[in-house]
């Protein structure tokens, strides 16, 4: 089993739709990162949360939000879908001790691709 | 703010021959670096990283140094083949938080 799943991993959904992305992680780590990826872009950080009381936006927050149920469960909601939001969206976990915060490697799941027309 | 500038792809390569992806970042302080790799129809998996100036990252036969003086965490391997065919993307880590900063991506073919 994937320690990292996302669900679903392929989803078409209309314009003005509210639509739920979800990730869960057997890692044990408390660091949950939500990110989508676009062509030429790279990937973007929209929200990441250290642990179940912390919540923070990241650099394309708008249109987003977020929800952590557990330390294994991070969420990613769209309230009102729109085209320009149609990406690659990713999951990633990484462990909350053992060293500094910016050398820890994260760890991705593999992806849910979102098309809204 | 932080950024990380890869070369554009598509680089296309015939089995056996040397790789090279650029890569050179700006950052305030003293990031890690990192190399992840985008298999089709995949999530981001790590190949290789380094924590301070001069370190070497090395895995399956992939190597990156971190060169502070010039800014810059090449990707090189002495002999591609088939399977290396994927996104490879540049990042970096740090600032405040734990945040990667990814270049753009670029893609390798590998072909007979």
């Given amino acids: ?117 | 703010g932080d950024s990380v500038t890869q070369m554009e792809g598509p680089v296309t390569l015939s089995e056996e021959a040397f790789l090279t992806i650029n890569c050179t970042y700006t950052a305030t302080g003293y990031p890690s670096l990192f190399w992840y790799v985008q298999y089709p129809g995949e999530g981001l998996q790590l190949l290789l990283k380094a924590t301070k100036a001069d370190d070497k990252g090395s895995n399956k036969g992939f190597e990156a140094t971190y060169r502070k003086e010039t800014t810059s965490f090449h990707l090189e391997k002495g002999s591609v083949q088939v399977s290396d065919s994927a996104v490879y993307f540049c990042a970096l880590g740090g600032g405040g938080g734990n945040k990667l900063t990814f270049g753009t991506g670029t893609q390798l073919k590998v072909e007979l």
């Fill in chain 1, 1 to 117: 089993d994937a320690d990292v799943t996302q669900t679903p991993r392929n989803r078409i959904t209309k314009t003005g739709k509210r639509i739920m992305l979800e990730c869960s992680q057997t890692k044990g780590h408390d660091r949950m990162y939500w990110y989508r990826q676009d062509p030429g872009l790279g990937l973007r950080l929209i929200y990441y949360s250290f642990d179940v009381k912390d919540i923070n936006k990241g650099e394309i927050s708008d249109g987003y939000s977020v929800s952590r149920q557990a330390q294994a469960k991070f969420s990613l909601s769209l309230e009102s879908a729109i085209p320009n939001q149609t990406a690659l969206y990713f999951c990633a976990t990484s462990p909350g001790t053992g060293g500094a915060v910016s050398n820890q490697p994260q760890h991705f799941g593999d992806g849910t691709r979102l098309s809204i027309l």
